[in-house]
């Protein structure tokens, strides 16, 4: 049976219009297929409709995965099979669901939309038509519609950084575009970092689930993420890697604090760029690449480069209100 008779079955099952026949040929193409790939299944334990569909479906993402490499996957604390598969709970079937057997909701935004672009030293929020709240880091440019469709709230983070809070709508998933990669929710709290400088998306999750799918692989299953979790994806290597966050500091940067952890300098000069809306040129380039764990709040300039050259061993001067020369 092909790929596309196999999307075609799978589709009307899980919409709960599949035909017995036709019932009968995907549970026999299951039975053909059982060759080691599929997970094992315990025969004797009698199984709900639901749970029949869902390992029916986990099936079909590994027989379509085989068609086509798949990116490769660097995980710090969790293995292959957990970056893929950690749909287990109902509201991660739901989200997997969404993207099989709905994927003509996956619209362009329409023409009638909302384009916010926050201050370039500013932090600011914006509440959504359907009372969800994001907050976008300065720099940032969002889209949204002035209306949801019927099916699905879909918005596009063009450029920067959002914290998004989303209310939870089980027949409504909401859906975040960028330009790597589109994150689907049903409500949850999580952090999308998109800057076309840095060459990276990352997409860090404080509370719920989200999908992660990636628009250059429409056939690729979704990546699944829960709480204290994120992904960080790399378009021009194809890698892809997940790794713990700790909660507390994924969205501190709505408060105007911002948080390093092992960060090279060369970002933390970037963020103190645009949080101030300066200029910070640097002389020594291998100092760029020095890390740095660090929380800065709401000081002024000069006692940020102070705290700073003190740390890492570095001389500076500030040349005027919009420059500052590191050496």
């Given at each position: 049976?092909?790929t596309?008779?196999l999307?075609?079955?799978?589709q009307?099952?899980f919409?709960?219009?599949?035909?017995?026949?036709e019932?009968q040929m995907?549970?026999q193409?299951?039975?053909?297929t059982?060759n080691?790939?599929?997970?094992t299944?315990?025969?004797?334990?009698?199984?709900?409709?639901q749970?029949?569909?869902?390992r029916?479906?986990?099936?079909?993402?590994?027989?379509m995965?085989?068609e086509?490499?798949?990116?490769?996957?660097?995980?710090?604390?969790f293995n292959v099979?957990?970056?893929?598969?950690?749909a287990?709970s109902?509201?991660a079937?739901?989200?997997i669901?969404?993207?099989?057997?709905?994927?003509?909701?996956h619209?362009?935004?329409?023409a009638?939309?909302?384009?916010?672009?926050?201050p370039?030293?500013?932090?600011?929020?914006?509440?959504?038509p359907?009372?969800s709240?994001?907050?976008?880091n300065?720099?940032?440019?969002?889209?949204?519609p002035k209306?949801?469709?019927?099916?699905?709230?879909e918005?596009?983070?063009?450029?920067?950084?959002?914290?998004?809070?989303?209310k939870?709508?089980?027949?409504?998933?909401?859906?975040?575009?960028?330009k790597?990669?589109?994150?689907?929710?049903?409500?949850?709290?999580?952090?999308?970092?998109?800057?076309?400088r840095e060459?990276?998306?990352?997409?860090?999750?404080v509370?719920?689930?989200?999908g992660?799918?990636?628009?250059?692989?429409?056939?690729k299953p979704?990546i699944?993420?829960?709480a204290?979790?994120?992904?960080?994806?790399?378009p021009a290597t194809?890698y892809?890697v997940?790794?713990?966050?700790?909660?507390?500091?994924?969205?501190l940067?709505?408060?105007?604090?911002?948080?390093?952890d092992?960060?090279n300098?060369?970002?933390v000069f970037k963020?103190?760029e645009?949080?101030?809306?300066?200029?910070?040129?640097?002389?020594?380039k291998?100092?760029?690449?020095?890390?740095i764990?660090?929380?800065?709040?709401?000081?002024?300039?000069?006692?940020i480069?102070?705290?700073?050259?003190?740390?890492?061993?570095f001389?500076?001067k500030m040349?005027?209100?919009?420059?500052v020369?590191?050496?």
């Amino acid at each position: 049976m092909s790929t596309n008779e196999l999307k075609r079955l799978a589709q009307k099952y899980f919409a709960g219009t599949a035909s017995t026949e036709e019932k009968q040929m995907l549970h026999q193409w299951y039975d053909e297929t059982n060759n080691g790939w599929v997970e094992t299944v315990d025969t004797n334990t009698t199984e709900t409709e639901q749970q029949l569909k869902q390992r029916i479906f986990r099936d079909l993402q590994k027989r379509m995965m085989l068609e086509k490499a798949e990116p490769k996957v660097i995980s710090r604390s969790f293995n292959v099979k957990r970056l893929l598969w950690q749909a287990a709970s109902v509201a991660a079937i739901l989200i997997i669901g969404f993207f099989v057997i709905r994927p003509a909701d996956h619209k362009e935004i329409t023409a009638e939309k909302h384009i916010v672009s926050a201050p370039a030293n500013k932090v600011i929020s914006v509440v959504l038509p359907d009372g969800s709240k994001v907050w976008l880091n300065a720099g940032s440019v969002f889209k949204y519609p002035k209306t949801f469709s019927a099916k699905v709230r879909e918005v596009e983070l063009s450029e920067g950084r959002a914290f998004f809070d989303i209310k939870h709508m089980d027949d409504h998933p909401f859906v975040v575009k960028t330009k790597n990669l589109n994150v689907t929710v049903l409500g949850t709290s999580f952090d999308v970092r998109s800057y076309k400088r840095e060459g990276t998306t990352k997409v860090s999750v404080v509370t719920g689930k989200v999908g992660i799918t990636i628009p250059s692989q429409p056939a690729k299953p979704a990546i699944m993420l829960v709480a204290r979790e994120e992904v960080i994806i790399n378009p021009a290597t194809k890698y892809l890697v997940k790794e713990p966050v700790r909660e507390s500091v994924v969205n501190l940067w709505c408060k105007n604090v911002l948080v390093f952890d092992q960060e090279n300098l060369a970002n933390v000069f970037k963020a103190i760029e645009k949080k101030y809306n300066t200029k910070i040129s640097v002389d020594n380039k291998d100092l760029l690449n020095e890390r740095i764990s660090i929380t800065l709040g709401n000081q002024r300039l000069d006692t940020i480069m102070e705290i700073l050259s003190f740390t890492k061993h570095f001389n500076y001067k500030m040349a005027n209100d919009s420059t500052v020369v590191v050496k």
